[in-house]
């Protein structure tokens, strides 16, 4: 069973749907949220409908979906900017280069699993192969990873300000220009700005 035998327009609708559905956006540099592994959204999209991941690179169309071509859609919306950080990684698997000024829905609050229930009955509505995945199990991939990401940005910003002495905002700090570059560990790939930011050459495409 695929989603369903969409083009390339409904796939983009469905994959920014979804994101903005289980994800919000603050428009703070000190929000993140992953773009890749096992806390990313793409993550959670594969646990809700495990029909629609593809383990192809880049694969897009016949209703599946590659992470690397899920995130490139959402990186062509104005509110998903996909950002590298200054420092290590969050986790092994996120890497550095996350979505800055989004946060994770906490079906803990009130308000963030009310709009997750209506969120729920609008990705249902427009896309009827949604029905697979139950409003129970669609809130609690949602709430274990929020919980998950909540805990592992709350440690990192704690080591930031012990290992820098700061406040931990500045270990997050990044410029980005254009659209999101491949992650490299090469020199040649970033430079630093005078101010000690980091700045990346965005002639590659994204990871």
């Known amino acids: 069973t695929t989603l369903m035998k969409r083009n390339v ?3 983009d609708r469905f994959a ?6 289980v994800t919000e956006y603050s428009g703070k540099d000190c929000d993140w949220v992953a773009r890749n592994g096992r806390e990313s959204i793409y993550w959670v999209l594969l646990r809700a409908v495990p ?5 192809r690179a880049c694969r ?3 209703g599946k979906l590659s992470g690397s071509a899920f995130n490139k859609i959402l990186q062509s919306q104005s509110q998903f900017v996909c950002a590298r950080t200054r420092r290590k990684n969050f986790s092994s698997s996120a890497g550095n280069w996350l979505f800055q000024g989004r946060r994770w829905m906490d079906p803990r609050k009130a308000s963030d699993r009310k709009h997750l229930e209506e969120a729920y009955d609008d990705l249902l509505q ?4 949604f029905q697979f995945c139950s409003r129970d199990d669609f809130i609690e991939a949602v709430a274990s990873t929020s919980a998950s990401w909540s805990s592992r940005c709350s440690q990192n910003r704690i080591n930031a300000a012990q290992s820098c002495g700061s406040d931990s905002s500045d270990d997050m700090k990044v410029e980005t220009e254009g659209s999101c570059g ?3 560990n090469s020199e040649s790939d970033s430079e630093v700005s005078s101010a000690g930011t980091l700045r990346r050459n965005c002639s590659r495409g994204s990871p």
Do not use: K, N, Y
């Not at 029909?51 to 383990?55: A, H, K, L, N």
């Not at 427009?126 to 192969?129: G, R």
């Open 126 to 129: 427009d896309f009827p192969a």
């Open 9 to 11: 327009v409904d796939l």
């Open 51 to 55: 029909q629609i991941g593809s383990s």
């Open 182 to 184: 491949s992650p490299s």
């Open 16 to 21: 920014t749907q979804f994101a903005s559905a």
């Open 60 to 62: 897009r169309g016949r």
